[in-house]
């Protein structure tokens, strides 16, 4: 099954700075999401963005969609040492037989160090 | 507090025993899942069920199983076969199933699985 693809698998950045990471993936989508997981915990879902929006925001969060080139970005403005965590992003290409299957990628690891 | 519980946190077994992973939700979810995660990989999925008394294998299916009594639990059994069980293994719920793709996934805090 199709899987996206994070860029970079880590990212080390000071309290204050943002932190860009990108998602690349395969085949078409019906929508894109990400995903933090925090050190020996579960997935905790942090935004959603369908294939016919361009650009998503919830908080210090700003989610873009470029269907065209098949990415997405995350970006987490004014970043804290809390949010210090692995970020995942999930597309739900076709698996087959109909069934669009959730898939992930590796994660980027991301340290905001204060 | 709705969510997913996920017990126990830490399990360590002996090769070749079978072990039940157990997985509740208290969030009247339709779908369950079940993925393995280690480390350095993204998450792969185990198994799914869109509905009580069906389910259906993932992209790793072999030498686990599951079943779906009920719509609060989806417990999964990590048989002798799996050749290399010794993981971490999420335990996730959603509205509804894959058909419709705008369900996010509510997520337990996992089970450390090693077997020796």
């Known amino acids: 099954s199709q899987q996206g693809e994070e860029d970079p698998q880590a990212l080390s950045i000071q309290e204050g700075e943002n932190a860009t990471m990108n998602c690349s993936y395969k085949?078409?989508?019906?929508?894109l999401q990400w995903y933090r997981q925090n050190s020996g915990r579960g997935l905790v879902h942090l935004i959603l963005i369908r294939s016919n929006e361009r650009e998503k925001h919830s908080g210090r969060l700003r989610v873009t969609l470029d269907t065209s080139k098949k990415s997405s970005s995350l970006l987490i403005t004014a970043s804290r040492a809390a949010d210090t965590a692995s970020y995942f992003c999930?597309?739900?290409?076709?698996?087959?037989?109909?069934?669009?299957?959730?898939?992930f990628g590796k994660g980027t690891k991301l340290s905001v160090i204060p | 507090d709705g969510g997913i519980t996920q017990s126990p946190k830490y399990l360590f077994r002996k090769e070749g025993q079978n072990v039940t992973l157990s997985c509740e939700q208290n969030?009247?979810?339709?779908?369950m899942y079940w993925y393995r995660q280690d480390p350095g990989q993204g998450l792969r999925l185990i198994y799914y069920?869109?509905?009580?008394?069906?389910?259906q294998k993932g992209d790793i299916a072999e030498g686990y199983s599951v079943s779906r009594e009920k719509k609060e639990s989806f417990p999964l059994t990590v048989t002798s076969a799996q050749k290399n069980p010794t993981a971490f293994y999420l335990c996730a719920s959603s509205t509804t199933g894959f058909m419709d793709g705008n369900s996010p996934l509510h997520f337990g805090n996992g089970t450390r699985l090693t077997v020796t």
């Open positions: 999930a597309t739900d290409g076709d698996s087959g037989a109909g069934s669009y299957q959730l898939t």
């Open positions: 069920s869109q509905i009580v008394n069906d389910f």
């Open positions: 969030l009247n979810h339709d779908a």
């Open positions: 085949t078409s989508i019906n929508n």
